[in-house]
């Protein structure tokens, strides 16, 4: 991806954002399109070890403009405090990502472990992460942005949320109040604070990344299990979806280019929505 190009359409020059699950797959490689379009970018997660490599891959000038930060999506305290030390350096904050989220083997449904099996803490974990870990950010960076009457928020929903997936209860359910939370939030904030202040989702199909790589590839092998095929089957566009196929509609939905836009989910999946598999 030549950052340069995306840079052309959207310059964000002097505008800040937090992303959340930043040191993540797909939030790393936004947090890294997003400073090749000048933004700074406060990167937060709760393990900031693999984010030195992002600030590597960033180069010395882009690193110039990224910050790490420490933040567990689930510590009300903890989001305040980085939201303080981003205010600190770079003065306010403009943009929020909401890029924390997953699931885990515990929670998920399967041969060895069927649905009245799954542990209660396995699916409140799972359910507390997608939804309260999209929710509570948006209080601590929202309240930030209701002051100044003006921010944007994007939040990552799922497919799971259009139409649940086999063996994910908990993961289907958190997203799909991701994509409720994000309806009710935009109305919330254009009529209580401020119509400038926009609140939108992505929905992405299927990347491969660290939370699904169980379910879609063997562990010895690395070859798709049936389940990695049938995703690639029912995708129209006949594969998984690489991190820079979100650029676009990221950058869309946190610039004024989409400033009539607020309280909508996009699904960015090759056609796999659309797809009834006939
Ligand atoms: N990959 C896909 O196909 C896909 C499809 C649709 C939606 N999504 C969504 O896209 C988002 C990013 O997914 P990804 O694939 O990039 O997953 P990922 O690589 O696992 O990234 C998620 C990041 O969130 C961090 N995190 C977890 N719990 C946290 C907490 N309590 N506080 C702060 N950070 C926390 C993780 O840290 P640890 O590594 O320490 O856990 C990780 O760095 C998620 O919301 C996911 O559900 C992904």
């Given at each position: ?20 699950g930043?040191t993540g797959v797909l939030g790393g490689e ?20 693999p ?50 989220g997953g699931n885990k083997p515990e929670a998920t449904?399967g ?15 799972v ?31 799922s497919?799971n949320?259009?139409?649940?997936l086999?063996r994910i209860?908990?993961y ?32 992405p199909g299927f990347f491969l990344t660290n939370q699904n790589r169980f379910l879609l590839t063997e562990r010895e092998s690395g070859e798709l299990t049936p389940r990695g095929r049938s995703i690639v ?6 594969r998984f979806g690489e991190p ?35």
């Amino acid at each position: 991806m030549n950052y340069d190009d995306l840079a052309r359409q959207y310059d964000f020059t002097g505008r800040t954002v937090v992303i959340t699950g930043a040191t993540g797959v797909l939030g790393g490689e936004i947090a890294c399109a997003l400073v090749g379009c000048r933004a700074n970018v406060a990167m937060l997660d709760r393990n900031l070890g693999p984010g030195k490599g992002l600030l590597e891959l960033m180069g010395p000038d882009g690193a110039s403009h990224a910050v790490l930060v420490g933040g567990d999506v689930l510590d009300v305290e903890s989001l305040q405090r980085a939201a303080r030390s981003v205010v600190e350096r770079f003065g306010r904050i403009d943009a929020l990502i909401n890029a924390a989220g997953g699931n885990k083997p515990e929670a998920t449904a399967g041969a060895d472990r069927s649905f009245f099996d799954l542990p209660s803490e396995a699916l409140r974990w799972v359910i507390d992460l997608n939804l309260l870990g999209t929710i509570l950010p948006c209080q601590v960076f929202g309240r930030l942005m209701a002051e100044r009457g003006e921010g944007v928020i994007l939040n990552i929903s799922s497919m799971n949320a259009f139409r649940p997936l086999t063996r994910i209860p908990a993961y289907s359910a958190g997203k799909a109040g991701v994509s409720n939370f994000t309806q009710w939030l935009a109305v919330h904030m254009a009529q209580e604070y401020s119509p400038r202040i926009r609140v939108n989702a992505i929905a992405p199909g299927f990347f491969l990344t660290n939370q699904n790589r169980f379910l879609l590839t063997e562990r010895e092998s690395g070859e798709l299990t049936p389940r990695g095929r049938s995703i690639v089957a029912h995708t129209p566009m006949g594969r998984f979806g690489e991190p820079a196929d979100l650029f676009g509609t990221v950058m869309w939905l946190l610039s004024d280019a989409s400033a009539f836009v607020t309280g909508i989910v996009v699904p960015i999946d090759g056609g796999f929505s659309a797809f009834s598999g006939v």
